[in-house]
């Protein structure tokens, strides 16, 4: 494949040199050709030495490093990058037949910026959210083919996520197989996921180690799932022993995928209840009738600019809870807002706690199970908070 050269300004090699996987930008000052989005470029310092070889985005990051050596990205090069991903989760733990649902790349985390694959059992979700890895999707199908023998579909799903702006006419679709399809189990709990119509990949993969929390706190407590999606969290509490467990979403198809899920998992179980609400309404109308709430809302800040509207509305919603949870009860809080840092969304958490002025505790910090790795030299990834709190 063509390669075309970008050569940065004096002085702007110093992140590339600190291994962050992208060059904005602000910091190039010259581009040998004329290369599209999506293209293969080599990115080199002002005095001419390579530094590292990426896609090339039209936007203010404008390469998205896959090498800080001179090499191919060839097959080779992906079956090497597949590999040492799924020996990772395969010391995890996670590919066994009692947990066969994990993410298998986790982009800039396994040095592969733009790239998400989860495995639900024999099927790979590939998501793609840069144009470059939207052209290398058939290459990373071969690599996950050749690397996991067990893999028998693998359904690309980027519609929502390459840019809007590079009109690649894209369709979501099977790329391999798309008949036998095998049941996701994670933690021994079964899970009906529909890559194809629903949120992100089709479930929430990165919940896995903070339900398994929740499961040990559940025994013989009133729970309140909210914002269940496909209910994930209900079942562990239901697992744990919990009295009665209530999920709550606003989008009566989540409620209907957690209906099933549950039934899959605890046939007729009289403990389990499901409302399509929304949640601040129906936090604001129900009694003091929980003595464990899980609060795990969709990101409510996406860019920088929004960041105080968000940090009101986590601190909002944890009002509600901490006014009306039961003496002696417990609340997972989450945020997966990227931008909010830890110590905003403590801060949010810590405000309507002092508003209730109950006592409260931290038992636990919770983040991103070790499938979602962050690169150290890539900070912006880590992106999951959560907080036990123990409030009397
Ligand atoms: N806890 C889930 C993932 C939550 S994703 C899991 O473990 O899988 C966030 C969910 O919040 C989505 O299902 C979305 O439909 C729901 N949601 C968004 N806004 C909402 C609102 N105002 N009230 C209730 N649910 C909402």
């Excluded at 020996?87 to 592969?112: A, F, M, V, W």
């Amino acid at each position: 494949m063509n390669r075309f050269k970008i050569f940065l300004k004096p002085k702007k090699e110093e992140s590339i040199l600190r291994f962050h996987p992208w060059v904005f930008s602000g910091a190039i000052q010259k581009i040998e050709g004329n290369p599209e989005e999506g293209d293969l470029v080599d990115v080199y310092g002002a005095n001419n030495t390579f530094l590292a070889v990426g896609h090339y985005q039209i936007g203010s990051i404008a390469v998205r490093i896959l090498s800080f050596v001179p090499c191919e990205i060839d097959d080779l090069f992906w079956l090497d990058k597949i590999r040492i991903a799924y020996q990772l989760r395969c010391s995890l733990k996670l590919c066994r037949p009692e947990n066969n649902t994990y993410r298998l790349i986790h982009g800039e985390g396994d040095s592969l910026p733009g790239l998400i694959v989860d495995i639900y059992a024999n099927t790979a979700v590939i998501q793609a959210h840069s144009v470059g890895m939207h052209h290398a999707r058939h290459d990373v199908a071969r690599a996950i083919q050749k690397t996991i023998p067990d893999i028998k579909n693998i359904y690309y799903k980027s519609d929502t996520t390459l840019p809007f702006k590079a009109n690649l006419n894209n369709e979501d679709g099977y790329l391999f197989g798309g008949k036998e399809i095998g049941t996701a189990i994670e933690n021994g709990l079964t899970f009906n996921v529909d890559w194809i119509k629903g949120q992100k990949t089709g479930f929430f993969v990165d919940q896995r180690e903070n339900r398994s929390l929740l499961e040990h706190y559940s025994a013989g407590r009133s729970v309140l799932n909210m914002f269940c999606y496909t209910g994930g969290f209900s079942f562990y509490a239901m697992r744990g022993n919990a009295r009665l467990v209530h999920s709550v979403d606003s989008s009566a198809k989540a409620i209907a995928l957690t209906k099933q899920n549950v039934e899959l998992n605890f046939p007729s179980d009289p403990r389990h209840e499901a409302y399509a609400e929304d949640a601040f309404k129906f936090l604001g109308n129900m009694g003091d009738n929980y003595d464990l709430i899980i609060l795990d809302p969709p990101a409510f800040a996406k860019h920088k600019n929004v960041l105080r509207n968000a940090l009101q509305g986590y601190r909002k919603l944890n009002a509600l809870a901490f006014e009306k949870i039961k003496p002696g009860g417990i609340l997972f809080t989450f945020s997966c807002s990227q931008v909010v840092s830890k110590e905003n969304f403590r801060l949010a958490v810590f405000s309507a706690a002092a508003q209730s002025g109950r006592n409260v505790r931290i038992l636990h910090q919770l983040t991103q199970p070790a499938d979602h790795p962050i690169n150290i030299y890539h900070p912006e990834g880590e992106y999951l908070k959560g907080l036990v709190l123990y409030i009397e």
